[in-house]
């Protein structure tokens, strides 16, 4: 990988005095598809929020060169850094063009950009956000992150977890997009999705990076990736019906 864009190194995270992340290196890179992979409660969205400060972290994490540990939420944010959360976070009750309105913070917001890699988002701009599917959900939680231009990074935990295969691809389309206009950390556990979409994936086990390289390889290794992420389709579909 060239020069990555997000550097994360040794992140620990302890939360009510319980260990969760032990040690996790990161590198996001300047263009495309990360992936972020692991079987669930690896420490996938720890990773994330401790990224954004959301909770206390130690070691480093370095972005477009600048530490962040250290940084409040708002302050890392605001140099340029995405976030579709778990939950997606759109307002069901609004309409499309409000929950888009609400993530404006420039001045001149890029509704060219969104616009252009989403038209649905145009056409249903008076649609309210409960009626969408859950792809086009995931198009407005995207929109709105790509609506701030000093964007140079979107960050998507699970975007495609409980969705429908159609509204899957769906998804893996609007994210197809969006990569091409900002680097993506991908949290995800579709492996289909991330062998469409990833150039480079990183493994957690356990709060620790367990494996780090090109995505094609790790899923080329039918081995490797069954013991990393507990794949084989039985593992998969159990890991993915919540036995947590
Ligand atoms: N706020 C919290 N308090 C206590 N334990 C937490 C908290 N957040 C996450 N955990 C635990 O940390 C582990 C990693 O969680 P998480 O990062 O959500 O995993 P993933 O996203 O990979 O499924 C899990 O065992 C989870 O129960
Ligand atoms: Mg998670």
Do not use: W
Request: hydrophobic residues 40%; charged residues 25%.
């Amino acid at each position: 990988m060239t020069s990555p864009l997000l550097c994360v190194r040794d992140l620990k995270v302890v939360i009510g005095g319980r260990h969760i992340l032990h040690g996790v290196d990161l590198d996001v890179a300047a263009g495309g598809v990360t992936a972020l992979l692991g079987r669930n409660g690896a420490g996938k969205t720890t990773t994330v929020r401790g990224v954004l400060g959301l909770v206390p972290r130690t070691g480093s994490v370095r972005y477009g060169g600048d530490e962040t540990v250290g940084m409040t939420t708002h302050q890392i944010v605001r140099r340029g850094i995405g976030y579709v959360p778990e939950d997606r976070g759109v307002f069901v009750a609004l309409t499309v063009a409000e929950n888009l309105r609400l993530a404006e913070r420039d001045p001149d917001p890029a509704y060219d950009l969104v616009h252009e890699l989403f038209p649905e988002l145009k056409q249903r701009a008076r649609q309210q956000a409960g009626t969408l599917s859950g792809g086009q959900q995931q198009m407005v939680a995207i929109g709105r992150t790509l609506l701030n231009r000093g964007n140079r990074l979107v960050i998507a935990d699970e975007p495609t977890k409980g969705l429908a295969p159609r509204v899957v691809t769906e998804v893996a389309v609007a994210l197809e997009r969006a990569a091409q206009a900002v680097p993506v950390l991908l949290v995800e556990q579709n492996l289909a999705l991330v062998r469409r979409l990833a150039a480079h994936c990183v493994v957690l086990a356990d709060g620790r990076t367990a494996h780090a390289g090109p995505a094609a390889e790790l899923l080329a290794d039918t081995e490797k990736s069954k013991t990393l992420l507990g794949v084989g389709r039985r593992a998969d579909v159990t890991a993915r019906g919540g036995d947590h």
